[in-house]
Nanobody, 121 residues
Framework: QVELVESGGGSVQAGGSLTLSCAAL????????MGWFRQIPGKEREFAAG????????DYVDSVKGRFTISRGKSKNTVILEMNNLKPEDTAVYYC??????????????WGQGTQVTVSS
């Protein structure tokens, strides 16, 4: 069993920045493929960003490309999402995820509890 512990999030004005962090605890000691989903109010939960276990391959939803950067943290099985030039439409609950492989990023096997990001205009 893997537990995902998220931190960061909060409120910011449009154009500002926030950083989300997530640590995957437990499991078998494997280095996991990790990423973030988000649920914008009134919409389906959507994939936002993901990174492979080496940290040399990433994927993003088109709406965040060029503004969000996902990276591996210094500790094993941690991931960081740096969000810049935030827009009101980025307001969402952000969920950390673990997937079985990079090709399966969009069908995660583990989910975090979610952390709120609110961007005001």
């Amino acid at each position: 069993q893997v537990e995902l512990v998220e931190s960061g999030g909060g409120s910011v004005q449009a154009g500002g920045s926030l950083t989300l962090s997530c640590a995957a605890l437990g499991g078998t000691g494997t280095i996991y493929v990790m990423g973030w989903f988000r649920q914008i109010p009134g919409k389906e939960r959507e994939f936002a960003a993901g990174i492979n276990w080496r940290g040399d391959r990433t994927d993003y939803v088109d709406s965040v490309k060029g503004r969000f950067t996902i990276s591996r943290g210094k500790s094993k099985n941690t991931v960081i999402l740096e969000m810049n030039n935030l827009k009101p439409e980025d307001t969402a609950v952000y969920y950390c995820i673990v997937a079985d492989s990079f090709s399966k990023l969009k069908t995660p096997v583990y989910w975090g509890q979610g952390t709120q990001v609110t961007v005001s205009s």
